[in-house]
């Protein structure tokens, strides 16, 4: 079993930046394809980035630039550094944990519980 906690999560303006953090225990977490996931009020949740256990990223397209993901196996964390945050980020931000992108981005073995990041303009 892996669980996955987030955190990181709060209220800003519109421009400013947050970093969130799934932090993990259990079984090794190293080995494992990490991704974020946001959903907000009325939508559907959708993939934001995920990283591979060596490092390797991917990005849903309209992130790619603003967000950037990151991992410290050591830690057994992984970071979102979110800029220029606009009032459309405004969403609950999970983790979730699975063997491969295709796991993660489908059926997660392992999910967090969210974290709420609140925009203003």
């Known amino acids: 079993q892996v669980q996955l906690v987030e955190s990181g999560g709060g209220l800003v303006q519109a421009g400013n930046s947050l970093r969130l953090s799934c932090a993990a225990s259990?079984?090794?977490?190293?080995?494992?394809?990490v991704g974020w996931f946001r959903q907000a009020p009325g939508k559907e949740r959708e993939l934001v980035a995920a990283i591979y256990s060596g490092g390797t990223t991917y990005y849903a397209g309209s992130m790619k630039g603003r967000f950037t993901i990151s991992r410290d196996n050591a830690k057994n964390t992984v970071y979102l550094q979110m800029n220029s945050l606009k009032p459309e980020d405004t969403a609950v931000y999970y983790c979730a944990a699975g063997g491969t992108l295709n796991v993660v981005t489908t059926t997660p073995e392992y999910w967090g519980q969210g974290t709420q990041v609140t925009v203003s303009s």
């Open positions: 259990g079984r090794t977490f190293s080995n494992y394809v």
